[in-house]
Structure formats: structure tokens, C-alpha cells
């Protein structure tokens, strides 16, 4: 599915190549490397999601990927229906054949003679760009995306489009990486040059700000920092790649690698490991009920007492 890029007028977190994303993400089995991490902060972001009094009949899970947070959010959200969508065609693909793979031959069989025995028969999968869904105004009761947001250079877009498709009340739950993930890899290349060589993700009070302007009610911000260690420079450096590598527009070409294993070798703790840190940030927001009509007159409710 070709998508087009974004406009040149609309605010950038930075100039990420978004086609270029997305051709990192259509090998999956390079990305699978890096998915120890996901699966981590899914869980904690399902942790978060047991204090939230929510039934969703529709929820979105964008950016997929091969679709384990599809199943860890049908497993919570039993009648739901979950819709896993990303913006790299080869993930869709890949959670399309796990969704298969899980159906046991009795359980098709159930589906199709007993649809009822299972209300979701398996969630809806598409391919698309987070500030275009190909959904309708008001569409889906719950947006979760897990480490995704940040390899978007347009998230106030992303905002503004994931309040569109909730309905009123609708839950958004996220989880992204912040300013000073890769930390480490930024020191390195310091002693190699001045050039960026890692995205400046965006900070938490950031994002908390494009929510409210999206117009989101009162968005509840939290971050966390993570520290993974390697033997290796070399298996730091692959994992970076698996992560999505540098997909900024104005990334230089020429090799860096041997001063670049030099200079991550020489961060080793006392333990022989190098740390490789990465800030998680958490956000949840609810679309709130409206306060005007669309001509801009005020909406006044009166909570009656109930009979």
C-alpha cells in the first residue's frame, strides 16, 4: 500500500523519513530481535489498563507489528473487537499468518458453525499511516499503541487523528520511547562527530502538550527508564537496527562503525557490560464529552434527578 508523505506545513518532532520506517519494519524478522522489550512494556502497559474502568466494544491496536498485543488485548477485552493496524505492510502480513496459526481446526470449525462461541472471530487487520486511518468519525471506543508513536515525525497529527476515531469517552493508551533512550549511543558517536545519529525523541511534557491541543481531556503522563546490557558492542549495534536504526532524513551514509565499536566498548560498567538505556514513557487521555456544537454554540447539560 503506497502512502504519501507528510505535508511539508505540518509540525515535525523530527525529520524522519516515514518511507523509510516503514521499509525498516517490512523485515520482521530483523525487527523480531528487539521485541524483547515490547512484550515488556506491553505488560506493564496492561497493568496500568487493570485500574482503568473501561469496557471497549472496538479497539485499536496501531502498530501491531505480528500482533502479540492483538492477543493480549482480545484475552482482556473478551467481546471486543480488536483491529491491529501498521504502517508496514509485510508486519500486517506476518500477524495475519500468527492469527492462523492460533486457530486450531476445531476452533474454525466452531466459527463456522457457532459464531456465537466466539463474538470476535478473529481481529480485523489493515495497513495504513497513524495520521490517516481508514476509519469513520467516532468509530472505536480505545486506541493502544505500544512503542510505536516515535518513529511518526508528524505525532500532533497522530493526536488529533486517534481523537477523531474515538467516540466520546474513548480511552488512548500509549507508550512510547523519550529523550534519553540510546543515550549511550549518543556519547559514542560524540566522540566520532557532531552529526545526529539517533532520533531526539520527544519529551513527556511534550506530548502531553499535543494531547491537550489535540483535544484530549486531562492527559496522565508517567515514564520509566529501562537499562539492557550486552557482552558486545556488536550485539548492541544489531539490536539498534532491529529498533528501527537511524531513519532520520539527514542520517549520513559514510561508515562510522569501527570508531563507533571503539567508543560504545569503552562505556563497559564495573560488571563488563555495556548499558544501552532507553526512557519508556506511558500516556493515557480520554476524548472528552463536547462543550460546543460544531457552530461553536455552548452545550449545557442539566443532570436530572433520576425517578
Not at 492469527?99 to 470476535?120: C, D, H, I, T, Y
Not at 550486552?230 to 539527514?250: F, H, K, M, T, V
Amino acid at each position: 500500500m503506497s502512502l504519501p508523505p507528510p505535508n511539508a506545513s505540518a509540525k515535525l518532532s523530527a525529520p524522519i523519513d516515514l518511507p523509510l520506517v516503514r521499509r525498516l519494519f517490512s523485515t520482521p524478522a530483523r525487527v523480531a530481535e528487539s521485541d524483547f522489550l515490547r512484550r515488556e512494556v506491553s505488560a506493564r502497559m496492561l497493568e496500568r489498563l487493570l485500574l482503568i474502568k473501561i469496557e471497549p466494544q472496538r479497539v485499536l491496536d496501531a502498530g501491531c507489528g505480528e500482533g502479540a498485543d492483538i492477543a493480549a488485548l482480545q484475552k482482556r477485552f473478551s467481546d471486543a473487537q480488536v483491529v491491529g493496524l501498521d504502517g508496514a505492510f509485510n508486519m500486517v502480513a506476518l500477524a495475519r499468518e500468527h492469527q492462523l496459526a492460533a486457530q486450531s481446526a476445531v476452533n474454525r470449525l466452531l466459527n463456522k458453525w457457532l459464531p456465537a462461541a466466539n463474538p470476535g472471530g478473529g481481529a480485523s487487520l489493515a495497513c495504513a499511516d497513524f495520521a490517516q486511518l481508514p476509519f469513520a468519525p467516532n468509530a472505536l471506543d480505545m486506541v493502544w499503541s505500544n512503542l510505536a508513536l516515535h518513529w511518526h515525525p508528524q505525532p500532533d497529527r497522530v493526536f488529533a487523528e486517534w481523537r477523531r476515531v474515538l467516540r466520546v469517552e474513548g480511552l488512548l493508551m500509549f507508550s512510547c520511547f523519550g529523550p534519553d533512550t540510546f543515550k549511550e549511543l549518543r556519547t559514542a558517536f560524540e566522540a566520532v562527530d557532531a552529526d545526529p545519529h539517533s532520533l531526539p525523541f520527544v519529551d513527556m511534557h511534550d506530548f502531553g502538550d499535543m494531547l491537550v491541543n489535540a483535544g484530549f481531556s486531562t492527559p496522565v503522563m508517567d515514564m520509566e527508564a529501562i537499562t539492557v546490557t550486552y557482552d558486545s558492542p556488536q550485539r548492541l549495534l544489531a539490536d539498534l537496527r532491529a529498533w528501527g536504526g537511524n531513519p532520520l532524513e539527514s542520517r549520513r551514509r559514510e561508515r562510522l562503525r569501527g570508531f563507533t565499536l571503539q567508543a560504545l566498548d569503552r562505556q563497559r560498567g564495573a560488571d563488563g557490560k555495556i548499558p544501552l538505556s532507553f526512557e519508556v514513557i506511558y500516556g493515557h487521555a480520554f476524548r472528552p464529552v463536547p462543550k460546543t456544537t460544531a457552530s461553536g454554540e455552548a452545550i449545557i447539560r442539566f443532570d436530572l434527578p433520576r425517578k
